[in-house]
């Protein structure tokens, strides 16, 4: 039986989607609230992480972005977790933030079961499927990357990058189209969480753009997002 869990503050619509998804054939824990939910999460009462989680966007301790943003930057398998957000927000910018945050699907308030069983089953399909294997060399236009050795090559030529420049450039290639906030980039490369004002980055970013980019006051491969973060170009010369 799959297990999903699901962070939602609403006890009586938590109780009726529970029991709708058991006759539907899955396991459904309910978590009350960010922190419980996160904290079942981290650690899990059966040891096995849930296979997708749905997560409300209006919570009472914490925003459900926000907690989106954590359960990415959680290590290993749990930072992968499928994520299906409800709202009863008709805000289109939170659908366009949540699914840059990594949310996998987005579902609003009120809904109908069927359509949440059918979203939930679309998404593990997806997830059972699988990626294809990661390959070795990633290419956008000129620039190709070299996962295994470690180098960046332009137009032919060899771009100087220090190994943690590296690891930041493969970050946002291996995303390449999806906006990641500076605080996602620098988890995922450091595996820890970092004061919200540190800027560093955006430092190391001017010294790749030197390195890979024709002009790099004009970037053409990794942009800057107003506000938000950066974005590598999936289209490239």
Do not use: W
């Not at 006890?11 to 529970?18: D, I, N």
């Not at 006759?23 to 096995?48: W, Y």
């Not at 220090?162 to 450091?190: C, H, K, N, P, W």
């Not at 190391?204 to 506000?227: F, Q, Y």
Request: aromatic residues 4%; glycine residues 8%.
């Amino acid at each position: 039986m799959q297990q999903l869990l699901m962070i939602e503050d609403d006890a009586r619509l938590a109780q009726m989607v529970g029991e709708y998804l058991e006759r539907s054939g899955f396991g459904v824990t309910h978590a009350i609230d960010a922190k419980a939910g996160l904290a079942l999460l981290q650690e899990p009462p059966s040891g096995a992480a849930p296979e997708l989680v749905i997560l409300d966007l209006m919570l009472p301790d914490m925003d459900g972005l926000e907690v989106c943003r954590r359960l990415r930057s959680l290590p290993g398998e749990a930072g992968q977790i499928p994520v299906l957000m409800l709202t009863a927000k008709g805000d289109p910018m939170d659908r366009i933030v949540g699914l840059e945050l990594g949310a996998d699907d987005y579902l609003p308030k009120p809904f109908e079961p069927r359509e949440l069983l059918a979203r939930i089953r679309a998404i593990l399909r997806r997830r059972t499927e699988g990626p294809q294997p990661a390959a070795k060399l990633l290419r956008f236009g000129t620039l190709e990357i070299d996962r295994d050795a470690r180098t960046v090559v332009v137009n032919g030529k060899p771009a100087e990058l220090t190994s943690y420049q590296f690891d930041l450039l493969m970050t946002l290639a291996e995303r390449a189209g999806r906006v990641l906030t500076r605080d996602q980039i620098m988890e995922a490369v450091r595996g820890r969480e970092l004061e919200a004002f540190d800027r560093s980055i955006d430092v190391h970013m001017g010294r790749i753009r030197a390195a890979i980019e024709s002009d790099a006051k004009n970037p053409k491969r990794i942009l800057t997002v107003r506000g938000v973060g950066y974005v590598f170009a999936k289209q490239q010369d």
